[in-house]
């Protein structure tokens, strides 16, 4: 089965995508393309659902590089393979031939790229990190490496839209501490529960650091479950576990 995945018009002419879930080896409720080491699934089906990916991003597997993601504001820049994943939540390359990557389940998956500077980047982007400042580190790391903030554009891929991320009302005053307006991003619910909107709560951050534009793919992952995993419908269904997508962009040669 062929591999899909979504791209971006204004991220052209970087290589980069933001994969589905078709066309992987994985089985049961990995079942497709799941390219998380982290989960439950068999080793051998996760390594060759990333070779399958490294392929269709013309690069050898060890240069379809991601972090071990811990929810941080964390940048670091590669130019190499790492021996070891560090522990962070962005990454930022000017080197050609490698692939950016980052791996998501209901967060936000954000590419960068600064075609005429050569300088693209990668975050995941949960609330907390999203919150923390994640999307901001990663645009001030692409900018000390040489991008210019007004050629900077953002595209954040499939994750869980407002209707399916419900809360409580100790998250919304997280958000209300930090400030006021991030009212507008919460809509009510039935009882006490609201809902939040995290990929519009993305854009307002991206928009605020003037780089060229920032946009969303209007992809949910939890609404549609042929195409991509979310970890909350996962949670939903009591499953064991579930399936980490893969977004990734490369600067080629």
């Not at 049961?28 to 080793?43: Q, T, V």
């Not at 901001?136 to 007004?150: D, L, S």
């Not at 809360?167 to 400030?179: A, C, M, W």
Request: charged share 20%.
């Amino acid at each position: 089965m062929t591999l899909e995945f979504l791209t971006s018009d204004t991220l052209t002419p970087i290589r980069h995508g933001f994969f589905t879930r078709a066309g992987g080896a994985s089985l049961g409720i990995f079942a497709g393309l799941n390219c998380g080491m982290g989960s439950c699934d068999k080793n051998e089906f996760v390594a060759t659902n990333r070779a399958r990916v490294a392929k269709v991003m013309d690069v050898a597997a060890n240069r379809l590089i991601g972090v071990h993601q811990v929810h941080s504001t964390d940048v670091v820049v590669v130019d190499r393979p790492f021996d070891i994943p560090p522990k962070a939540d962005g990454l930022v390359t000017r080197t050609s031939g490698i692939a950016l990557s980052i791996l998501t389940a209901d967060c936000q998956p954000v590419l960068f790229a600064d075609a005429q500077s050569g300088v693209i980047g990668a975050a995941h982007a949960g609330w907390k990190g999203t919150q923390a400042g994640i999307l901001e580190a990663t645009i001030n790391k692409m900018i000390k490496m040489g991008a210019k903030r007004a050629q900077i554009h953002a595209v954040i891929g499939p994750t869980i839209s407002q209707r399916a991320y419900e809360v409580g009302p100790e998250f919304r005053n997280i958000f209300l501490k930090d400030n006021p307006i991030n009212t507008c991003f919460f809509a009510i619910g039935k009882g006490d529960r609201m809902h939040f909107d995290l990929p519009s709560y993305g854009l307002l951050r991206l928009r605020a650091c003037g780089i060229a534009s920032a946009t969303w793919t209007q992809h949910c992952t939890y609404f549609d479950p042929k195409r991509f995993f979310s970890y909350r419908r996962s949670v939903h269904n009591n499953d064991a576990d579930y399936g980490r997508l893969i977004s990734t962009i490369k600067m080629d040669c």
